[in-house]
């Protein structure tokens, strides 16, 4: 038996569905906020969650929320260790095939059921059954066979084949341990109403407008690496929705709320000159934003057109000019923030129109119409790349129309298309797109699986939108998450990032960083391993 692992591999957590958040605009509200104790905090953010059962929705700013509301078996600190959290320990069988967890025995959720192997089960039960739906993380735990009850604090999972990342995936608010009385109570509730363990408890959700958690005056039970026990410091948390930037950088300057989310890097210079205010940043590890490209269908099925596309956009100078340095030009499929990170992937598709013309006209795009597109056999060279307004905001609306306006100097037309969500949906599902825009925050390098592994497909609760299908790529990625060996792994998801680049079965476009400003009032403000904000120490001074 292997007990403690010593070191988890670090980094950020977008599935197919998450693309389907629908942030309404909304004004922001002052909340109920008090100068003595810690206060209420009020933070505003860009989107809102669909749904804020962790083991339903795929959405980061659930896991933001959630982080809140749930406790987790382990925790994993900054340095990457994994720490005692619900569990006090573990154990691995040899064959890496059981992972036996020994529970606290003084929790109890917020409904007043006590923690026990049972919420354990109940919890990973729950994820992989096929009434839940999972949107992300029954697809994440594909290796999953089943939870025995040892005994009340024990619990045993058991897995289909080995996966050394399942310790640094119990640590994520995706995997947070529910009440079993909650889930068991009314299927479909806990989208609506979570009861967790957490230092807050969900109080209520006016959509559109925000969430609101009251601090949890029994919590005692914080995990080994937050370096104190005890309640929360500050007397509540409200998540105020306001999806314009603008709307939300007034609010923080005004003082309506206390810290804001997703700060425009533009703005942040006139922050940080500001009296009052403090500006916040966290790498994220996990996948960059990227334009997933669909190599099942013509144009793209041909890989010249789909190298042409990697060396015909400046992505350099667009995200250096509207992102202001605060983001940094993505070379591969993995952050530079993420473990096992190929450096090697720097530099290899540079900016290089005469290369982008050269591969079109090998792939026999050779003729031009009117408009000055390119053509082959009377057909020009278009690609359709589908988004919904609610989620190319900002940056992000200039950004594609930067690298829409690139492609057509090379002669590649990029058609962009507004969809409301349910229309996005079904043209998503049914892989009737070029291009899809995903990224997603994990602190692991086997969110790459996710992404391409030909297992992971929408249907299954993953995030490979397009349906690759690479045996190379498959055998190697299968290999890293089961290998228990850091330099073989290191070695696999470096070749793995290789392969991804050549074959181009992305665009990566820029390595976001959480950027979040805070008035000077709001202290003790962190931020997990996935880059998300904590608020477990956060609290009011003054």
């Given at each position: 038996?292997?007990?403690?692992?010593?070191?988890?591999?670090?980094?950020?957590?977008?599935?197919?569905?998450?693309?389907?958040?629908?942030?309404?605009?909304?004004?922001?509200?002052?909340?109920?906020?008090?100068?003595?104790?810690?206060?209420?905090?009020?933070?505003?953010?860009?989107?809102?969650?669909?749904?804020?059962?962790?083991?339903?929705?795929?959405?980061?700013?659930?896991?933001?929320?959630?982080?809140?509301?749930?406790?987790?078996?382990?925790?994993?600190?900054?340095?990457?260790?994994?720490?005692?959290?619900?569990?006090?320990?573990?154990?691995?069988?040899?064959?890496?095939?059981?992972?036996?967890?020994?529970?606290?025995?003084?929790?109890?959720?917020?409904?007043?059921?006590?923690?026990?192997?049972?919420?354990?089960?109940?919890?990973?039960?729950?994820?992989?059954?096929?009434?839940?739906?999972?949107?992300?993380?029954?697809?994440?735990?594909?290796?999953?066979?089943?939870?025995?009850?040892?005994?009340?604090?024990?619990?045993?999972?058991?897995?289909?084949?080995?996966?050394?990342?399942?310790?640094?995936?119990?640590?994520?608010?995706?995997?947070?341990?529910?009440?079993?009385?909650?889930?068991?109570?009314?299927?479909?509730?806990?989208?609506?109403?979570?009861?967790?363990?957490?230092?807050?408890?969900?109080?209520?959700?006016?959509?559109?407008?925000?969430?609101?958690?009251?601090?949890?005056?029994?919590?005692?039970?914080?995990?080994?690496?937050?370096?104190?026990?005890?309640?929360?410091?500050?007397?509540?948390?409200?998540?105020?929705?306001?999806?314009?930037?603008?709307?939300?950088?007034?609010?923080?300057?005004?003082?309506?709320?206390?810290?804001?989310?997703?700060?425009?890097?533009?703005?942040?210079?006139?922050?940080?000159?500001?009296?009052?205010?403090?500006?916040?940043?966290?790498?994220?590890?996990?996948?960059?934003?990227?334009?997933?490209?669909?190599?099942?269908?013509?144009?793209?099925?041909?890989?010249?057109?789909?190298?042409?596309?990697?060396?015909?956009?400046?992505?350099?100078?667009?995200?250096?000019?509207?992102?202001?340095?605060?983001?940094?030009?993505?070379?591969?499929?993995?952050?530079?923030?993420?473990?096992?990170?190929?450096?090697?992937?720097?530099?290899?598709?540079?900016?290089?129109?005469?290369?982008?013309?050269?591969?079109?006209?090998?792939?026999?795009?050779?003729?031009?119409?009117g408009d000055g597109y390119r053509t082959r056999d009377g057909?020009?060279?278009?690609?359709?790349?589908?988004?919904?307004?609610?989620?190319?905001?900002?940056?992000?609306?200039?950004?594609?129309?930067?690298?829409?306006?690139?492609?057509?100097?090379?002669?590649?037309?990029?058609?962009?298309?507004?969809?409301?969500?349910g229309t996005y949906l079904k043209k998503a599902l049914s892989?009737?797109?070029?291009?899809?825009?995903?990224?997603?925050?994990?602190?692991?390098?086997?969110?790459?699986?996710?992404?391409?592994?030909?297992?992971?497909?929408?249907?299954?609760?993953?995030?490979?939108?397009?349906?690759?299908?690479?045996?190379?790529?498959?055998?190697?990625?299968?290999?890293?998450?089961?290998?228990?060996?850091?330099?073989?792994?290191?070695?696999?998801?470096?070749?793995?990032?290789?392969?991804?680049?050549?074959?181009?079965?992305?665009?990566?476009?820029?390595?976001?960083?959480?950027?979040?400003?805070?008035?000077?009032?709001?202290?003790?403000?962190?931020?997990?391993?996935?880059?998300?904000p904590r608020f477990y120490d956060a609290r009011l001074e003054?």
């Amino acid at each position: 038996m292997r007990r403690h692992p010593g070191r988890a591999r670090r980094a950020r957590p977008a599935a197919l569905l998450a693309l389907l958040v629908a942030a309404t605009a909304c004004a922001p509200g002052t909340g109920a906020r008090s100068g003595a104790g810690g206060g209420r905090i009020v933070y505003a953010v860009d989107s809102q969650p669909d749904c804020l059962d962790p083991q339903v929705s795929p959405y980061d700013i659930t896991a933001v929320i959630d982080r809140n509301i749930f406790d987790s078996l382990v925790s994993t600190d900054a340095d990457g260790r994994l720490r005692p959290w619900l569990a006090t320990s573990w154990q691995v069988s040899d064959d890496g095939l059981e992972y036996t967890f020994r529970l606290r025995e003084d929790v109890r959720f917020h409904d007043g059921t006590p923690l026990t192997a049972d919420a354990v089960k109940a919890t990973l039960d729950h994820t992989v059954a096929p009434e839940t739906k999972s949107q992300y993380a029954a697809g994440l735990i594909s290796m999953y066979r089943d939870t025995t009850v040892v005994d009340p604090y024990t619990a045993r999972i058991a897995l289909t084949r080995p996966y050394p990342p399942l310790l640094q995936l119990l640590s994520t608010a995706v995997f947070g341990i529910q009440s079993p009385t909650a889930l068991r109570a009314d299927q479909g509730r806990t989208c609506g109403h979570p009861v967790g363990s957490g230092p807050f408890v969900f109080t209520d959700w006016a959509r559109n407008r925000r969430v609101v958690l009251d601090r949890n005056p029994a919590y005692q039970w914080a995990p080994e690496d937050a370096g104190r026990t005890g309640p929360a410091r500050a007397e509540g948390l409200t998540v105020e929705f306001v999806p314009e930037a603008a709307s939300r950088f007034g609010a923080l300057s005004s003082g309506q709320v206390d810290i804001a989310a997703a700060i425009p890097p533009g703005s942040i210079s006139r922050l940080a000159h500001a009296d009052g205010f403090r500006f916040l940043q966290a790498p994220q590890p996990g996948a960059p934003y990227l334009l997933l490209l669909n190599p099942g269908r013509a144009p793209l099925d041909d890989l010249r057109v789909r190298q042409a596309l990697q060396y015909a956009v400046r992505y350099d100078d667009l995200v250096r000019a509207l992102y202001s340095g605060r983001h940094q030009r993505a070379w591969g499929v993995l952050s530079p923030a993420t473990p096992g990170y190929n450096r090697a992937v720097e530099g290899a598709t540079p900016y290089d129109p005469g290369r982008a013309a050269a591969l079109l006209d090998a792939a026999g795009w050779t003729g031009r119409d009117g408009d000055g597109y390119r053509t082959r056999d009377g057909r020009r060279l278009s690609i359709e790349w589908p988004y919904m307004t609610s989620l190319m905001r900002d940056q992000r609306v200039l950004l594609a129309q930067g690298i829409q306006a690139d492609a057509r100097r090379a002669g590649i037309e990029i058609r962009l298309t507004a969809h409301e969500p349910g229309t996005y949906l079904k043209k998503a599902l049914s892989r009737d797109a070029d291009i899809l825009a995903f990224s997603w925050n994990r602190a692991d390098p086997d969110v790459m699986r996710t992404y391409f592994a030909s297992d992971q497909t929408a249907d299954k609760g993953g995030s490979n939108a397009f349906g690759v299908s690479d045996p190379e790529l498959d055998a190697w990625l299968r290999e890293a998450s089961a290998t228990s060996d850091p330099a073989r792994r290191d070695a696999l998801d470096g070749q793995a990032q290789l392969r991804i680049q050549q074959q181009a079965y992305a665009l990566p476009v820029y390595a976001p960083t959480t950027l979040v400003g805070a008035a000077d009032r709001v202290r003790g403000v962190t931020f997990d391993a996935q880059a998300y904000p904590r608020f477990y120490d956060a609290r009011l001074e003054g």
